[in-house]
């Protein structure tokens, strides 16, 4: 496919909108115990992420006739789209419900993320936070918005100062490591949303300072979000070498560390490698 790119960013909201409202607000607070069940030990699906993934993916395969469409839900019965990713000329990368475990739960945080990808690297993203309505929207190249803001992250504070998105058991490490004599600093504070759509948003607003993650990290998650948080200033690698994330590209090995600016990326860094 070599169709040019003519696509507005508008009516991807709009669609990712109406999907909230059509399938996903209905249902928060009103599933019942048939409409959730587990895709593996512990990590949920609801009727949904189905649902919201079925009508994103017709309205936006409407949009760029022949793009392929990677989503969520859709990877666990047929995941050779993913291998399919980096080559793509435009592939949509769709999470139609980050967060289900809190949206199953009654808890209020929850995200709709959608990415548009160009040969395996990041050109748009959007997350939308359905309860709020708040969007944020990225371009490669064209900065980062929330609200129609122009996002620009401060400058970084100081290690100590800082509180970041970081898994259970590294930030046990770090506790238990600070109780050393002559010990480093840690940041002050940790956290994890369990809606990393919601993290990206805090994160490119500064109301987080950093954020590391590990495992997988499937494009879905972290595409879109990667993307808004360097194009509002901050810096973003792999901490195995200091590549960069790119969703079609093989895991470079090591964790998704996001930092104010390349000092604080290697303060933190240097801490939980």
């Not at 593996?40 to 409407?62: C, F, I, M, Q, Y």
């Not at 990415?115 to 309505?133: H, K, M, N, Q």
């Not at 499937?218 to 690698?237: C, I, K, T």
């Amino acid at each position: 496919m070599s169709t040019p790119l003519e696509i507005d960013p508008a009516r991807v909201a709009e669609i990712m909108h109406e999907a909230a409202e059509a399938e996903i607000l209905p249902r928060f607070r009103t599933l019942e115990r048939h409409e959730i069940s587990e895709k593996s030990p512990g990590d949920l699906v609801t009727v949904a992420d189905r649902a919201a993934e079925a009508l994103l993916t017709k309205r936006l395969r409407g949009l760029i006739p022949g793009a392929l469409v990677v989503g969520e839900e859709a990877h666990e019965v047929s995941p050779d789209a993913l291998a399919e990713l980096s080559d793509a000329d435009w592939a949509w990368i769709i999470d139609p419900l980050d967060g289900t475990h809190n949206f199953a739960h009654g808890t209020p945080r929850f995200a709709v993320i959608v990415a548009l990808a160009r040969r395996g690297e990041t050109a748009f993203g959007w997350i939308l936070d359905p309860v709020t309505g708040r969007l944020a929207t990225a371009q490669s190249g064209g900065g980062a918005m929330i609200g129609g803001k122009r996002l620009i992250l401060p400058a970084a504070r100081p290690l100590a100062r800082m509180t970041g998105s970081l898994g259970q058991k590294i930030a046990d490490r770090l506790r238990a490591r600070a109780e050393a004599p002559d010990a480093p600093p840690i940041p002050r504070g940790f956290t994890r949303y369990r809606t990393v759509g919601l993290e990206y948003m805090d994160l490119a607003e500064g109301k987080l300072d950093f954020a590391r993650y590990a495992g997988r990290l499937m494009p879905w998650d972290h595409a879109a979000g990667e993307l808004m948080y360097r194009e509002a200033g901050g810096h973003a690698a792999m901490t195995g070498d200091g590549r960069a994330y790119a969703p079609g590209g093989k895991r470079p090995g090591g964790a998704l560390l996001l930092a104010p600016d390349p000092d604080a990326w290697a303060a933190l860094g240097a801490l939980m490698p």
